[in-house]
């Protein structure tokens, strides 16, 4: 049954071929659909086949793997540093962790091309980008079933090139081709990071791994094997021979950047924020794909784990990550970009628990909170449309002229204001102090990261609170162009999608439940459905106490957030009819000075969330998009004849020694090593 994992892996690459053959533009897009949701039904029976098989029947969380070894033929002659027995894995890895998120991910992008029949129907690029998204959710859920750090480069390599190829949408647009060109190299900068320590794993760790065992009987040792790879990290602070503690902190290094790259996180967000004018369902399918820092963070966790002082690193980035990022939610006054803020900004409390040992719990976050993402957006979209704005001050009144539209806000607002429990589960995982295999985060590491958490988990439901009470209360503001009576709901296609969205969101809610427990009794019985004892580090399940005080701070932060949301809308509004001289609703003196002095604060408070985004927040992100831009721009000066001949004797130097190597390993002619 596991191998159907290929046919959930290659059903959209499949529905992505075969869309060429469509007769037109819509039936292409039908095709993709189909096949994306054929994807998700097969991911579906591989979970249930996994819950049946090794939850209700007792068998021990063991991972099932089906894979072609691309093996080199041994010469009897090897080096210290590269066996000529290695050999790269290329396959699908079934555990709880990859069942699970196989699903999510074909779902999401199973919403995000529902969200493109709806926005870019009539589109010049419309068949393009729904197979340019099914080839970027094969390769996803490529990255999500991969059983070694090889895969993942190809994968993240194969999702870099389709970004950019997403984003260039609207290539004639000079405003979405240069923060496409940025995103391309920024994370073309994370897939070098990644290349780089593939080559030093190899260079320091190769005979560690050459002397290690793959289980299941295999002779040859794939370098990239998680199961060779992780006992080895693990075994190194006990003076394992061919490791040392320095390998394992470069090799942190090399693979915690690709990590907050493709998560946008802190200082690398500006790639991300940058993209806000490309169509929605680019910015959708751009956002699901920032999955894959977290997921690769969860596939390279024993590393962290073994290396002191690694996950209080990733902790405390994470954690003032979602300070910042939620800062710029409530500053900003675009909805687009407060969509991808919020994405960000919910894997930094991701990355946070993780960084706190919380391994269940920050993979939870990422399980929950990216529907609510996705939902935000297609809301956006829909308000955005109907009144021809994204600024949120200029809109109002969306509960009583866009029903649907303010139910799917009003759901993602609350959930994502704390009754999604994000911000109780970050906190508790920091609380919790305890690592899976029983290490502890410093006191002071501990106090600074739980601090930051919990400010981050104030203004998120004031950012939540704020956008849902100046979107959908009151009315639009008076301006010039706008007439009310054009503002309607959204579209079918938005409103199924968003239906959607919103049943996920409360599923995955519901499903990281803490303390559930099983119910029935005997042979009937059946285990609790709780997500942190279905997705967990090793063998043992990470069992999270419940904490009374972080349920405290998340519900108090959300009743604390929609009264500052509510209070600052109220502000907004009070300025803007103090500045268009409107009639206030009464004419006494007492309401005339508190009107004046609310529209005073009101400006104030305005003025100064807006230089805190623009002094603060947009240089600590800008910057190396900027430094990117700048390093390109001076690499295309020096492009010229003499240039494209040196690179391309440069190339045939290169493919001149990987020949010579290739013969070398395969016995061709003699190669002596000492």
Not at 338 to 349: E, H, K, T, W
Not at 505 to 519: H, K, Q, R
């Amino acid at each position: 049954m596991y191998n159907a994992a290929w046919v959930v892996v290659l059903l959209p690459l499949a529905g992505a071929i075969f869309s060429f053959v469509a007769e037109t533009a819509r039936r292409a897009a039908q095709l993709c659909m189909a096949f994306v949701a054929g994807s998700l039904i097969v991911a579906l029976i591989v979970l249930g086949d996994r819950f049946a098989h090794h939850t209700l029947s007792g068998l021990p969380n063991v991972s099932a793997l089906s894979y072609f070894s691309v093996t080199l033929p041994s010469t009897g002659t090897e080096t210290s540093i590269f066996p000529s027995t290695f050999g790269a894995v290329v396959g699908v890895r079934v555990d709880n962790l990859s069942a699970s998120f196989m699903v999510l991910i074909a779902f999401l992008f199973l919403l995000v091309q529902g969200l493109g029949m709806g926005m870019l129907r009539g589109d010049a690029a419309h068949r393009r980008f729904f197979w340019l998204s099914s080839v970027l959710a094969s390769a996803m859920l490529g990255l999500v079933a991969s059983p070694g750090l090889f895969q993942d480069w190809m994968a993240l390599g194969a999702m870099t090139a389709i970004t950019l190829l997403l984003l260039l949408h609207r290539w004639h647009r000079e405003e979405t081709a240069a923060p496409a060109r940025t995103a391309f190299l920024t994370l073309l900068g994370a897939d070098l990071s990644l290349l780089i320590g593939l080559v030093f794993l190899v260079y320091r760790l190769g005979g560690a791994i050459s002397l290690s065992t793959v289980p299941g009987g295999f002779t040859a040792a794939p370098f990239d094997d998680y199961r060779i790879l992780d006992p080895i990290w693990q075994n190194t602070l006990s003076g394992a021979p061919h490791t040392s503690y320095q390998t394992l902190t470069i090799l942190c290094l090399l693979l915690g950047v690709p990590v907050l790259i493709r998560a946008a996180q802190i200082p690398f967000t500006g790639w991300f924020l940058g993209l806000r004018e490309a169509p929605l369902p680019v910015l959708a399918a751009v956002s699901v794909s920032l999955l894959g820092g977290v997921l690769l963070l969860a596939r390279v966790y024993t590393l962290f784990l073994s290396t002191l002082h690694a996950l209080s690193v990733v902790a405390v980035i994470g954690a003032a990550g979602a300070v910042v990022l939620s800062a710029a939610c409530l500053a900003s006054r675009d909805i687009y970009r407060i969509a991808l803020l919020s994405v960000a900004a919910q894997l930094a409390l991701a990355i946070t628990a993780m960084g706190a040992g919380g391994y269940s719990t920050g993979l939870l976050i990422a399980f929950v909170s990216s529907p609510l993402g996705l939902l935000l957006m297609v809301a956006a979209g829909g308000a955005g449309r109907a009144y021809r704005t994204r600024d949120i001050h200029l809109m109002g009144g969306v509960w009583r002229r866009m029903p649907r539209t303010g139910l799917a806000l009003t759901i993602w607002a609350l959930l994502t204001g704390g009754l999604d429990l994000v911000g109780y589960d970050a906190v508790s995982a920091i609380f919790h102090n305890r690592f899976p295999n029983a290490g502890h985060l410093a006191g002071w590491v501990q106090g600074l990261a739980g601090g930051l958490a919990m400010l981050a988990v104030l203004l998120t439901a004031m950012y939540a609170g704020r956008v849902l009470i100046a979107v959908c209360a009151g009315g639009p503001a008076p301006r010039r162009g706008g007439v009310v009576e054009r503002i309607t709901e959204a579209g079918p296609e938005l409103r199924r999608v968003a239906l959607l969205g919103a049943a996920a969101s409360v599923v995955a809610v519901l499903i990281g439940l803490p303390g559930v427990s099983g119910f029935g009794s005997g042979r009937s019985r059946v285990p609790g459905l709780t997500f942190t004892h279905w997705v967990f580090y090793g063998g043992i399940k990470q069992d999270i106490p419940f904490v009374p005080l972080a349920l405290v701070i998340a519900l108090a932060a959300l009743a604390a957030g929609l009264a500052g949301g509510g209070l600052v809308a109220r502000l907004r509004w009070a300025g803007l009819r103090a500045r268009l001289h409107l009639p206030q609703i009464s004419a006494t003196p007492a309401l005339r000075r508190a009107g004046l002095v609310a529209a005073r604060l009101a400006g104030a408070v305005s003025g100064e969330l807006a230089a805190l985004d623009h002094g603060l927040v947009e240089p600590l992100y800008d910057a190396s998009g900027e430094g990117l831009e700048t390093a390109a721009w001076s690499l295309g000066r020096l492009r010229g004849r003499r240039l494209g001949i040196g690179l391309a004797a440069m190339l045939a130097v290169v493919l001149i020694l990987v020949g010579l190597s290739v013969l070398a390993a395969s016995g061709h002619f003699p190669v002596r090593t000492t």
